[in-house]
């Protein structure tokens, strides 16, 4: 008997990342981020997930939406593959939602798919507990508990389900924010729902832990020595997050909390940059990157810093990336690694093992990070 595998891909998820625009919703928000320069990532993101399930193939009926939704992605691969609905050229929240229906039609075993927290919205406004779904992270935003950490974990997950093994259905909440506000600098989380996902905690994230840090006294004496250190003829990229944020407030400096800045010698050179802003500024230039995790997931990468693209990282250099958190923020991943998921998985392999996070004043653990297989 054949695993139904419903597949919808959201073209344009993820495309205000790379060009700081913090995200792709809004009508107009994705034809801006390719005149920037964006490029399209979430196909490549779902090839992640179904390469994982390549090998069952032939136990695997892919339904899914026409073209860039779906249709071209499975191909590729080789799935046998019945195409549902037929998407409009330039895909739209509605082609999204219409798709969901259609698969709801079908009574597949698993809608996957891939995008952020606005398709997850459009997905669970039809879908509601008619059938499991699974995302596969593709977004700026991905602050909703039915995404799996990475796309390779996603597939892992879809593979335990082919193979029969025993996976628990737990309900997942649906959250975004405003986009507006948080272009503004401002986040305002809302819960949309909840759907169905296989709970396997090894692979399925967390809901974003929200709100700003109370221990000031730590994050004081985090900052206090993040700036003790710094050296005036090397530039510093300081990432989103409150941990960072009070470095930037104890330099005196204005600090884009869900964006990235530059500074050197304590003066910004730049706030809220994109990619090749960055990497632009930082080219034959000795820089180091100043990064804290995501409360709750541990992502270091991959979750609302899509402008630290792999080929800033590699040329800044594992050795000058500066991780940041308290012991409260760390003791609440219960052991988990943290996560690097860049895109690249050859660059997620080199940030693989044991790093330094600066913990306090001269304070520092060792803490593994990783990426789930």
């Not at 860039?68 to 739209?92: C, H, P, S, W, Y």
């Not at 700003?212 to 004496?221: G, I």
Request: aromatic letters at 4%; glycine letters at 10%.
């Amino acid at each position: 008997m054949s695993f139904k595998l419903g597949l919808i891909v959201n073209p344009v998820a993820g495309l205000g990342g790379s060009v700081a625009l913090k995200g792709s919703d809004g009508a107009d928000t994705a034809q801006k981020a390719l005149a920037l320069g964006a490029e399209p990532k979430s196909n490549n993101r779902t090839k992640l997930a179904l390469e994982q399930v390549v090998p069952f193939k032939e136990r695997i009926q892919v339904y899914t939406a026409s073209g860039e939704m779906g249709e071209r992605i499975a191909k590729e691969l080789g799935f046998d593959t019945q195409v549902i609905f037929t998407a409009n050229d330039q895909t739209t929240p509605q082609d999204t939602e219409d798709a969901a229906k259609k698969l709801i039609e079908q009574g597949v075993d698993l809608i996957l798919f891939a995008g952020g927290d606005g398709t997850a919205r459009n997905i669970c406004s039809v879908v509601d507990d008619k059938a499991p779904v699974l995302g596969v992270p593709a977004g700026c935003k991905i602050h909703s508990g039915v995404y799996a950490i990475t796309p390779k974990a996603a597939g892992r997950v879809v593979e335990m389900l082919i193979k029969g093994e025993l996976v628990t259905l737990a309900e997942a909440d649906v959250m975004d924010i405003d986009e507006a506000a948080f272009r503004a600098g401002t986040v305002k989380a809302k819960r949309y729902g909840e759907m169905q996902v296989p709970s396997e905690v090894r692979y399925v994230q967390s809901v974003k832990n929200g709100g700003k840090e109370s221990d000031e006294l730590v994050l004081a004496d985090i900052a206090a020595f993040v700036i003790s250190e710094m050296d005036e003829e090397v530039r510093y990229i300081m990432g989103s997050g409150s941990t960072v944020e009070a470095v930037m407030e104890e330099l005196g400096l204005e600090n884009t909390l869900l964006g990235v800045d530059l500074i050197q010698d304590h003066a910004l050179l730049g706030q809220d940059l994109t990619a090749k802003q960055l990497l632009a500024l930082t080219k034959d230039q000795p820089t180091k990157l100043v990064i804290t995790l995501i409360g709750g997931q541990g992502h270091i990468f991959g979750r609302g810093n899509q402008q630290l693209s792999p080929e800033l990282i590699r040329q800044i250099g594992k050795e000058n990336i500066i991780v940041v958190a308290t012991k409260r923020k760390l003791q609440a991943l219960d052991g988990r690694p943290l996560i690097a998921d860049t895109g690249d998985q050859t660059l997620d392999d080199e940030l693989s093992g044991y790093i330094k996070v600066v913990t306090g004043y001269n304070d520092h653990v060792m803490y593994a990070v990783g990426h789930q297989e």
